[in-house]
């Protein structure tokens, strides 16, 4: 029962700094609804992965000129005229800054599963591509983390808030938090994006998005194809601008 009380206390404390530490959304501003020029060329992190294939094969749709920045281009599997594959590292920036170079937008779906070492993978990676995009000049940042921290902290269900975050995922998240903060102290035009649980299904193209979706009970869903069909549409909408919002079925 001792056990079982710290446990909750210890969940309880976790997700109060997660809160504190992540980013929180102030209102949206009345001018911040307008539609921008359209970028032409997109720097994508984190593409060989499963929401970044699909913002891969997406962006590629949507007749976008695309970079991939990956580790391994075999793991790609996608070929077309308009998509470059650039062979690099997030952690290492000088290849980031190569990447970024020319491009007219970022987005990033970058993650591992590295969850029970302490990592900066993605707060380190993340900065070096602030770092890269704000010394060439390059705005728009749209970046994938997760419902369950800053202002959206429990909206992952309680399944995640009592287990799966406290018990599997505290170093991953709290990597996130901090990966959050390095965006929203850029210069940077950045539009946060926060899923619910993730899963593989087919794009629906209607999600619920903003500030008040998740379920603190039960754990929503989306799949990593309407992520990034939300992702793309950051890139000439306003709304959101310098937001988490979080979207979810
Ligand atoms: N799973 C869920 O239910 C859930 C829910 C909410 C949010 N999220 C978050 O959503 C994001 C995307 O998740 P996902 O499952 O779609 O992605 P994923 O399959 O885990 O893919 C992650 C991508 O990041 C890349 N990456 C990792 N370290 C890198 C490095 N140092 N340099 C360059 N690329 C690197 C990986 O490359 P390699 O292929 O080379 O490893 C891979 O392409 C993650 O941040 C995840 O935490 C997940």
Known sequence: MLLLA???????????????????????????TASRRRPAKVLILGATGGTGRELVAQ?????????????????????????????????????????????????????????????????KGTGNVVRAMESHGVQRFVCETSLGI?????????????????VILPLYYWDKTRQERAIAASKLDW??????????????????????????????????ADVADFMLNQLTMDTYLRTAPGVCW
């Not at 710290?6 to 911040?32: C, K, T």
């Not at 976008?64 to 790609?76: F, G, N």
């Not at 594959?85 to 920036?93: E, M, S, T």
């Open 6 to 32: 710290l446990f909750v206390l210890y969940a309880a404390a976790l997700s109060i700094a997660l809160a504190r530490a992540g980013v929180r959304s102030g209102p949206l501003g009345p001018n911040e």
């Open 59 to 123: 962006a590629l749709q949507r007749g976008y000129t695309v970079t991939a920045l990956v580790r391994d281009p075999s793991k790609l599997r996608i070929e077309h005229p308009q998509l470059k594959v650039i062979r690099g590292d997030v952690l290492d920036a000088s290849s980031v800054e190569a990447a970024v170079r020319d491009q007219d937008a970022v987005l990033s779906a970058l993650g591992h599963k590295r969850y029970f070492s302490p990592t900066r993978t993605l707060s």
């Open 150 to 166: 800053g202002d959206s902290t429990g909206r992952m269900g309680l399944y995640y808030t009592l287990f799966v975050i406290p």
């Open 191 to 224: 539009v946060i994006t926060r899923p619910a649980a993730l899963n593989n299904r087919a794009r629906r193209g209607k999600y619920r998005h903003g500030f008040d979706v998740g379920r603190f009970l039960w754990t929503v869903r989306i799949s990593r």
